[in-house]
């Protein structure tokens, strides 16, 4: 191991976040908690694996074309990984990850393998470590104290093949790490049907491979199991009695080995039971992962999105189709409430992390057929600009117009507030003064923060394309990453004041990428060639920005 002490280039700014917004109109994987979620994206395939059969449910295709698949998009922002005092950062360039201390802003290389991607921490206080995957050398790095050790210890394990996806287990026992393809890579660098485990206990460390269902899309915890989804089913991974590598033969999800898992959704709770979407058929699968039988709740249509209550007592499945919202609890599915949408065709549900609220929408915007003889178009569907407040308690619903079609949805910690980023709609027909200013909303890029209790919403156009929503644990701020394309562009970190719906722009040096607080800060890395961090303290609106790591680091 190599740890260097670099001197960044500091360049401190004190601004006092004046109200300053963007132009009203113009033209842009943490995993790991108790319960799992995963959407294939389309690519199919078959490991084998027909067991758990529970019988056939409903297709509801009979011929017919099924609608569009919602487009479930994370509104929050993938990051780096962050501990109490420190901000850490893989650097493929420098094979090493970037350590900053949130308050001197004093930077250390910590070299770990080749290409280090994937990046999480572990445990807290003096105990808190870091984990990272090195794609070009095919190993895992173990980086122990990574705070509190001035020279920490980094172990470093073969892992047979490039891994780059991480999830660790809430007791920071364990990790799996696992290859999820992205287009244009080759796909023979990393296995498609294994994982690696990494034991992260102190004196313990150590990394098996088990063997899993076709192509891994995301894995959580329950207790000493780790639950791995695959497109072909689930493989439960016994962690705490792993004492090699292994295999782990996947419980099937669906009754059709051959079914194509394209638009398939599968979440798991309690580490029992698989709750299963299926792409054209009026049911909702629950699984029992231990005896692998199947329980069906039928419904009037396919549903375009399953959630669960963040207790994990409950289901919630939306079925756009028919404009129904269906409950039923986890251990009662004979008990079902149907709940009808009227004419909003709902067709995704994000759950408040207080479980009070189901904030329901749809990302699928309307359809314009061209007329064959030169005719105006004929628009088909509702345009997507509202949201529906669902009370989970009382069973309310109340409808929250907006000025733009919705692409997806956060909620605050607290569960009082909730982000929309918006999508764009080009065709708006200006005949008006009145309609050209809304043709220039819907082509303009934007976001809007809304008040769950009394469903009011502010919008907030901007001239670029939101990259992503990080909300503090605390529900008192949230930030919006804009990052210009354009060479020339202006860059932004929007400052989102969920109190007083107050909202505030911080010109940033260079396109924002990644966002994670640390401390009383907020760790902003932007994509420049020599690497650049911009520190925003929260509490006076200070901003400090640390650039030239990347171009340091190259200096022996």
């Known amino acids: 191991m190599r740890l260097e002490r670099l001197k960044p280039w500091i360049l401190c700014s004190s601004i006092a976040l004046a109200a300053v917004t963007l132009p009203s109109c113009g033209a842009s994987e ?23 059969d529970g019988g056939d449910g409903a297709d509801a295709t009979d011929g017919e074309e099924p609608p569009p698949p919602e487009d479930e998009q994370a509104a929050t922002l993938p990051g780096p990984a962050a501990g109490d005092s420190h901000v850490f950062i893989s650097s493929a360039r420098l094979d090493a990850v970037v350590r900053i201390d949130g308050a001197s802003l004093e930077l250390d290389l910590l070299e770990v393998g080749l290409d280090p991607t994937s990046i999480a921490t572990f445990g807290s206080g003096d105990d808190l ?23 920490p210890a980094i172990a470093t394990f073969d892992a047979g093949a490039a891994v780059n996806r991480l999830a660790v287990s809430p007791d920071s ?9 992205s287009a244009g890579e080759p796909i023979d660098i990393g296995s498609l049907q294994e994982v690696r485990v990494v034991r992260l206990e102190a004196g313990k460390l150590a990394v098996f491979t088990v063997g899993v ?52 959704e599968v979440l798991v709770a309690r580490g029992t039971t698989a709750i299963v979407r299926r792409p054209a058929a009026d049911e909702v699968r629950l699984i029992d992962l231990t ?41 009662t599915p004979d008990q079902v409430t149907v709940l009808d949408m009227g004419e909003l065709p709902a067709g995704q549900a994000t759950m408040t992390p207080d479980g009070k609220y189901a904030v329901l929408y749809t990302s699928v915007q309307s359809k314009e057929i061209p007329d064959p003889e030169g005719g105006p178009p004929t628009i088909v569907g509702p ?6 407040l669902l009370d989970m308690d009382a069973g309310s619903q109340r409808v929250v117009a907006l000025e733009k079609g919705v692409k997806a949805v956060e909620t605050s910690a607290d569960g009082k507030r909730a982000v929309v980023l918006h999508d764009r709609w080009m065709n708006t027909e200006v005949t008006t003064s009145a309609s050209q200013l809304t043709a220039d909303i819907d082509r303009a890029h934007g976001f809007s923060v809304v008040d769950i209790a009394s469903g009011y919403a502010k919008l907030e156009l901007t001239t670029v ?42 010109r940033l040096g260079s396109p924002p990428v990644h966002a994670v607080q640390v401390g009383d800060r907020l760790a902003i890395s932007q994509d420049h060639p020599s690497g650049r961090v911009t520190f925003l303290t929260l509490g006076t609106g200070k901003t400090e920005t640390v650039t030239g790591f990347q171009l340091n680091g190259l200096i022996r």
């Not at 026992?173 to 393809?181: D, G």
């Open 213 to 264: 269902g076709f192509r891994p899309l995301s894995v959580s915890f329950d207790g000493d199991r780790a639950y791995v989804v695959t497109e072909r089913g689930v493989s439960v991974i016994d962690v705490a009695s792993l004492e090699g590598d292994a295999f782990a033969p996947p419980v099937a999800v669906s009754p059709d080995p051959l079914e194509s898992a394209l638009d398939r």
């Open 173 to 181: 026992r364990s990790a799996v790490a696992w290859y999820a393809p």
């Open 291 to 331: 005896t692998q039988e199947a329980t069906l709740v039928p419904t009037s249509s396919p549903p375009t999105d399953i959630d669960l209550s963040p207790d994990e007592t409950e289901v919630v499945a939306v079925l756009r189709a028919t404009s129904e919202v269906v409950r039923f609890g986890l251990d």
């Open 129 to 151: 470590g870091v984990v990272v995957t090195n794609t070009g050398s095919e190993d895992i790095s173990v980086i122990s104290k990574a705070e509190a050790d001035a020279e």
């Open 30 to 52: 943490s995993m790991g908690a108790s319960s799992g979620s995963a959407m294939t994206d389309g690519t199919d395939g078959f490991d084998g694996s027909g067991a758990g």
């Open 383 to 388: 345009r997507n600009e509202w949201l529906v």
């Open 465 to 506: 394309a939101p990259l992503g929503v990080l909300l503090t644990p605390d529900g008192g701020r949230g930030f919006v990453l804009l990052p210009n394309p354009e060479t020339s562009g202006e860059n932004a970190l929007i400052d989102i004041d969920l109190g007083s719906f107050a909202i505030r722009s911080i």
